[in-house]
């Protein structure tokens, strides 16, 4: 087969890339070439197996937004073998000519960059369909002997990455039927199988326990890849790097120096048609269970041994456990708001309310918005607040983890006539991806006061390349079988174990009409003024963003 892309060097193995000064100088010196690349600071970019990737859900949004967008950036980059094959499995009957023709537009539609055509035909005509129906054992049947035909005529080589993009009250059924026909099954020539799950993993403890033991049941648990696309983002990914690969940070990383932390995670978009599935989830199991107890874990870890992925997420995991889940009701009632968002302005245009929104109960108590606060309870973290909030229709976009710390113990100038805030260090997920942090400077005058000032640092100026899709990056991760930035088993249950309590308390309320629990705010707001007074009466005050 003809390839538009970049050659690759045998799949599996490791390319090196030349960065675009390839040559060392020293001063005074002519330009020489380095003997060795490693020590030229080259790149190492990891190609993974040939493999065919089977979509289950192949029809579904997520497909047509990031799935497909993303595998067809990774064959422009020259990441996916020129062998790899996608083999899309749903209900709907298409040829592969049409479905080919539906993701031409969806990636058209959805890719970071342009869709160049030369490169689309090449990776299209390793797109296929596969019409089956998930609960037929027959179909899965069909499935396996379409795969051994690809691996004939592609050389995908037995491998196979199944890609969960069904609702998940399907994911069941998938698993065990993969299992009875025994596509799961690796080695002896099989190649690897590996599977990649989307969320919501569970709504619940129980739930979770119960999907987990399903899959534990047919697969090993380094065969599962449960994503949470937090963890694909090159600012969440930076948030190891900033931590570990610099020495100056760690030291006052704890309790002494820091005050207390603020995770926000803040959308101006409403439920955008999704009522339905809001009214099951709500903002704390569509966002605080995994996403911001993610960027929790990753804030508050200890570093691991390794950059290695049961290293990684043998630390994470032990945050989660040490966050006190003794919900108590008094507790929740103190330390947990849940809003909900009623009609308001966001950028200008009139949205409505939460109750307003199709495929929503008009006396729903569903959370749009919920604030807590956690403490981490080991001994790096002990009395240090971390406050978490997230919200829909809040005024803008913005996911922020702001580290505050202490002031100095002592002001010696007390005089001046201001007084600086405390440092602060503000780690910029989206958008305007960056690193801020505040001190304290003189005012230039002649007089003596103080005020804060701001060193910024922001990705867009300081790197001139573009930053891959988290998808890109969690489905290149799957295929090269490197799960670190994938939630393990126990993770997923220790952070059901946080939010489930809080959950069921809630539904106690509703049962007995305790309707000042919900607090609305006006779309376009910050979130109730219930959340203020949760930071303000320590003393804090949320940050503006
Ligand atoms: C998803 C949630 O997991 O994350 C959505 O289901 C939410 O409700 C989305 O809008 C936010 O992701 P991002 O990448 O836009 O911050």
New binding site residues.
Partial sequence: MKSTTRPLTAPGTTRVVAPRRAVARRPGTREQTVENPLRAGLRLERVPDPCTIVIFGATGDLTHRKILPALYNLRRAGLLPPESTVLAFARRNYSDEQYRVEMKDAVGRFSRVPLEPAIWDDFAAGLHYLQGEFGSVSSYRALEERLQSIDVARGTRGNRLFYLATPPSAYAEIVTNIGKVGLQKEGKGQGWARMVIE??FGHDLDSARQLNAELDRVLAERQVYRID??LG?ETVRNLLVFRFANGIFEPIWNRRYVDHVQIT?A?D?G??G?GS??EE?GASR??VQ??MLQLLSLVAMEPPIAFEADALRDEKVRVLHAVDPDWTEERVRQDVVRGQYAAGWVAGKEVPGYREEDEVDPDSSRDTFVALKLEVQNWRWADVPFYLRTG?RLPK?A?EIAVRFKRPPLMLFRDAPSEPEPNLLALRI?PDEGILLRFASKVPELGLDVRSVNMDFTYGSSFSREAPE?YETLILDAMLGDASLFTRSDEVEAAWGIVTPMNETWADWDDRNELDTLHFYEAGSWGPEASDRLVERDGRRWRRL
């Fill in positions: 969320k919501p696309h937090y983002k995670v959308e978009l439920v955008e999704r599935f809001y989830a569509d966002i995994n996403h829909k976009r996911t989206q988290a």
